[in-house]
């Protein structure tokens, strides 16, 4: 490749921002007794290198689940076992059972955030920049551009490289699932998915659009022939490396069910903290969380969430194509964080990450969406004293994707793949057109509400009566966005841009 | 960084103008990122100068000596400082106690690093005055590959300035701002602004006094004399009298403004005493790569091979000359020793020739850049004391010869990077590591590529030079990752510094040597390239 230099200097950028946020403090840093996401990892190299495989998801005196007990699927535990036997021979004290709760040390620190930068440099790195080399009707450039704000992307720089967590290594597995998928590599990609999934249950939001799009390739194929035995060759796939992950578990049954309840805690209600899905919005109108029971609870979002999948995923079984199954993975992640149960604030990482893939395709919806992402785990940034690196890393994200996509040239129906739509209103209302310029005041207002909305966030006390005004305001702001946003990608889905175009071709 | 192309990516058709602003606000955002790294004892050097302006009075900024950071900087820079210290009171007002030792509270280092990186816009500006004065050759180039977007890429992202100025802690920034500015000016031919602006930068920071030869010979030769003789060669009839008053006035001028004062308070041998500490040894404590590093090398192999001959008496060999690279003083054991008039002496013997080109055959503002150039080296080469960051002197204002000859851009990308590998002992906390690797990296890949698009044809560096620089990684892996894990480290800590000073030294001497002599006209060129 002629522009390996250009791609090289890309990556070169993405490393070095990711080291430099880095160099900022971590979650729950020096705040005994429960610390933060940092400890939590910390605590789970300490559980898993001590104990045997069969206490690692039970509460036991050596175990205390009450204090970050393990709520990953055995992927995680094992990556953590790895780890700490890489810290064992650094300094045994950090993974010491018992005494090393809380351990913090500048050491400590650079040890951990190195995992960070390791995992990602094996796996989330080179699953972007393949990536975007692959990236089909594209220039040279626009690959180069792709890679360059992908690697970028505030919100999981800051998550894990501030916050702390190594979501690089489910989401690059989900990167490697959707690269394979995409190359008619299914076996292979099957295989990465499933490694993301037994690495973050979370990955289960992109689980329909995959299982989706390769049952409707099958389908495709026919049932009875080729298609056939490709169905057989993935379930195999599947079967088999579930197995493996979970060999250690599958011995007695109670092992299961206890991993599985770890995984799932339905009892904790439909969500926590603030988040900015439907739920947590809907609470500060109604009080739900405590009006409702908690089986009504369970029963209302899982019916809510099903319904909004349901148009994505039936077209996409139908008509499996590449591009429909990108916005699909937007729309269905979008959905699940939406309206699921216990969804955290840090799951909106799942549905940046195909919005990430979509960057070249609809340059401005994306850069929009990536940045209301971002903005909407503002309140637990600012907890974890990242406010000067969030805000840095979101000013540097778009003048990134402004420089490489202009995208404020590409505003107009064409751009925006909602020609095939319009054409269809137009049908029944005429006269009908898309407010492209509308949109361009609204994404004005809307990143002029956010940038009040974090500057108020981050230098003024709120109210005494109401101290958690701007967190809720926050979530709200976000949620707002993300219904619209799920709107327009469902539009995106059910009237593809394609059709749009052969239509024109034959009138 | 938007040098990733990216940015520009989608950058040509909308022009320079955007390719320029994003990299500038990327690099700048950069700069914000780097606020919580780790900062050197220069921090505290200027928080105490913050506090020295502004709780006391003129007449005794150069006298207080509470801290060991005296005051060493030219009286510009101290009423900078005083002009800081007044945004310091509402962030912080405790770091303008004089008594607050080593303060560094979170808004004092906030405080500190904004005011760096926002004095910066004037570099940044100076950036975009001397992409103005680049040439186009051919329109129509993609903008990623136009020589102006490459000098901007160049400059703004230098590494070393980066590494300095927002790690390490200094105000490099705008101070090169000034000079690349008075640089643009000379070349837009506004040689007054330009001889003003280096009289205020000579008063903001004394070092720039390296580079003040090629300022008065070419301002005298191609400015006051008006015009030449078929040949080149001066007429001396053309000497305009008026103008060399409006230099003179204006340098006049800028000094009195300056120095004013404090010859009024009689002040004058106590602030020549803080600027010009001879009392410091020939080399920093990390020997600067330069010629004395090469010479201190050659002494201490001399004296080994001497004590292992019995050729050298071991009871009359310095205690000190031990422990090389720990202690100030190196004392030389079989080599004579250096005085400040000897390194004085080969400095303008160094300078000398080049200072003949420009006024024998003076080639425009090129060729005073070049000599500028070939004066900020010779003086780095042979200076007394010189510190390691003052390769930039050389290496900034080098960008904007690179762009221009294929020839200037190899010894381009040899003194870069060369110089600044030397600045990797700046850093040496392990949080920092990394980023000093990636960033080097960026700016070496960058440079090399950008490059060598931008003269296609032409072979940049020959292959002992590329191997030369190749080996700059195994020294590097050597020096930082493997020699701390042996045994060696507790017996010879000095090895690691020792090893990167010589080898980076040979690389500098020999870009200096290639530069010298690309100054000569004619067939010396010819020569050097036969080479």
């Avoid at chain 1, 993975?329 to 909106?348: G, M, N, P």
């Avoid at chain 2, 705008?174 to 643009?184: C, R, V």
């Avoid at chain 2, 221009?404 to 190899?410: F, I, L, N, T, Y």
Wanted: glycine share 6%; aromatic share 14%.
């Amino acid at each position: 490749m002629k522009e390996w230099p250009s791609m090289t200097v890309a990556v070169l950028v993405g490393l070095t921002v990711r080291w430099a946020v880095s160099l900022n403090s971590y979650s729950g840093a020096g705040k005994p007794p429960m610390f933060g996401d940092y400890e939590a990892q910390r605590h789970w190299q300490e559980i898993t290198f001590n104990l045997p495989v069969k206490q690692w998801y039970f509460n036991s005196s050596d175990n205390n689940l009450q204090y970050w007990g393990l709520d990953y699927p055995p992927l995680t535990a094992y990556h953590s076992l790895l780890c700490a036997y890489v810290a064992e021979f650094i300094n045994p004290d950090w993974i010491a059972l018992h005494t090393s709760r809380g351990y913090e040390s500048d050491q400590h620190k650079l040890f951990m955030r190195s995992t960070v930068l390791i995992a990602d440099l094996m796996i989330y790195v080179p699953a972007v920049v393949l990536y975007c080399c692959y990236l089909k009707e594209t220039s040279t450039k626009k690959k180069i551009a792709s890679a360059f704000c992908i690697l970028l992307y505030p919100g999981l720089l800051l998550i894990d490289y501030g916050h702390f967590q190594y979501n690089c290594v489910s989401l690059g597995f989900a990167l490697w699932a959707v690269l394979g998928v995409s190359h008619d590599w299914d076996v292979p990609g099957s295989l990465a998915f499933c490694l993301a999934i037994n690495y973050k249950q979370m990955e289960l939001y992109h689980s329909l659009p995959f299982f989706c799009f390769l049952l409707g390739k099958c389908l495709k194929k026919g049932l009875k022939g080729k298609g056939l035995l490709l169905l057989i060759k993935l379930m195999a796939t599947v079967v088999a490396t579930f197995a493996l992950c979970w060999l250690p578990f599958c011995t007695q049954g109670e092992q299961t069910l206890q991993v599985l309840r770890r995984l799932f805690p339905v009892g904790r209600g439909i969500f926590e903290d603030k988040v900015a899905n439907f739920w947590c919005s809907l609470n500060v109108l109604l009080k739900i969380k405590s009006r409702l029971s908690s089986h009504t609870q369970l029963m209302l979002s899982f019916a809510l969430t099903l319904l909004s999948l349901l148009p994505a995923c039936v077209k996409l079984t139908l008509q499996p194509s590449l591009r429909r199954f990108r916005h699909s993975l937007v729309a269905c992640a979008l959905s699940f964080f939406l309206f699921s149960f216990q969804v955290h604030e840090k799951s909106i990482l799942l549905v940046s990450l195909p919005v990430c893939l979509i960057l070249n395709e609809v340059p401005f919806m994306s850069t929009w969406f990536l940045i209301v992402s971002t903005f909407s785990m503002l309140p637990l940034l600012l907890k974890d004293q990242l406010a000067l690196a969030s805000v840095v890393t979101t000013l540097g994200f778009s003048v990134a994707c402004v420089a490489s996509f202009l995208i404020f040239e590409n505003v107009s129906e064409e751009e925006l793949q909602l020609k095939a739509f319009s054409m269809y209103v137009r049908r029944h209302v005429p006269g009908f057109k898309i407010p492209a310029k509308m949109l361009k005041t609204w994404f004005a207002v809307s990143m002029m509400t956010m940038s009040l909305l974090s500057l108020g966030s981050i230098t003024m006390e709120p109210p005494r009566r109401l101290p958690d005004l701007f967190p809720v305001l926050v979530c709200l702001v976000s949620c707002l966005h993300f219904l619209f946003f799920l709107i327009y990608f469902n539009v995106l889905i059910l009237w593809d841009h394609r059709n749009g175009r052969n239509q024109k071709k034959v009138s | 960084m938007a040098a990733s192309g990216a940015a520009a990516g989608g950058g040509g058709r909308s022009g320079g103008g955007l390719g320029f602003l994003s990299l500038a606000l990327g690099v700048s955002l950069l700069k914000c990122l780097l606020v919580p790294a780790y900062y050197s004892t220069d921090f505290e050097v200027h928080r105490n100068w913050l506090a020295i302006t502004h709780s006391l009075p003129v007449s005794q900024w150069y006298y207080e000596a509470t801290s060991e950071w005296t005051l060493d900087y030219p009286p510009f820079f101290a009423w900078f400082e005083y002009a800081l210290s007044h945004i310091a009171k509402v962030f912080d007002p405790e770091m303008l106690n004089i008594q607050n030792l080593n303060y560094a509270s979170p808004r004092t280092v906030l405080f500190q690093r904004f005011s760096v990186i926002f004095t910066d816009v004037l570099f940044i500006y100076a950036v975009y005055e001397c992409c103005k004065c680049i040439e186009e050759k051919k329109a129509g180039k993609e903008l990623t590959e136009k020589p102006t977007f490459i000098l901007s890429v160049l400059l703004l992202w230098n590494f070393g300035l980066l590494i300095v100025d927002h790690i390490h802690f200094q105000y490099n920034g705008f101070l090169f701002g000034l000079m690349l500015l008075s640089i643009a000016r000379l070349f837009q031919k506004r040689h007054l602004e330009g001889a003003f602006l280096f009289a205020i930068l000579l008063n903001f920071k004394h070092i720039y006094l390296y580079v003040a030869p090629a300022y008065g010979i070419y301002l005298l030769r191609s400015y006051c004399f008006t015009e030449d003789k078929p040949d080149g060669s001066v007429r001396w009839s053309s000497f305009s009298f008026h103008r060399l008053i409006a230099l003179g006035f204006i340098v006049c001028f800028v000094s009195a403004l300056s120095l004013g004062p404090f010859i009024a308070l009689n002040q004058l041998p106590q602030i020549v005493s803080r600027l010009f500490p001879f009392k410091r040894g020939l080399c920093h404590a990390y020997w600067a790569p330069n010629f004395w590093a090469l010479y201190n090398a050659l002494d201490k192999m001399l004296s080994i091979i001497g004590l292992k001959f019995n050729l050298l008496d071991p009871k009359k060999i310095p205690k000190a000359s031990m422990t090389s690279g720990l202690v100030q003083q190196f004392q030389h054991t079989v080599l004579p020793s250096v005085t400040p008039l000897a390194t004085l002496l080969c400095t303008v013997i160094a300078m000398l020739p080049s200072i003949f080109c420009l006024w024998f055959k003076p080639q425009g503002p090129r060729g005073f850049l070049r000599c500028l150039i070939v004066c900020a080296l010779s003086s780095f080469m042979f200076g007394w004391h010189v510190h390691e960051k003052a390769i930039l002197l050389a290496i900034l204002p080098m960008s904007l010869l690179s762009v221009g000859k294929p020839q200037d851009a190899g010894i381009y990308l040899l003194l870069t990077t060369t110089g600044h590998y030397s600045l990797f002992p700046l850093l040496f906390t392990a949080p920092e590591f990394p980023i000093k690797v990636l960033l080097m990296l960026l700016f070496t890949v960058y440079s090399f590529s950008s490059l060598k698009t931008l003269f296609r044809k032409e072979k940049l560096l020959n292959w002992i030079e590329t191997i030369y620089l190749i080996g700059l990684g195994p020294l590097e892996i050597c020096c930082e990752l493997v020699f701390p894990f042996t045994p060696w480290k507790l017996k010879y800590p000095f090895v690691p510094l020792f090893l990167t000073s010589v080898y980076c030294a040979a690389g500098i001497t020999y870009a200096w040597f290639r530069l010298s002599i690309s100054m000569l006209p004619g067939p010396a060129v010819g020569k050097a390239k036969l080479q």
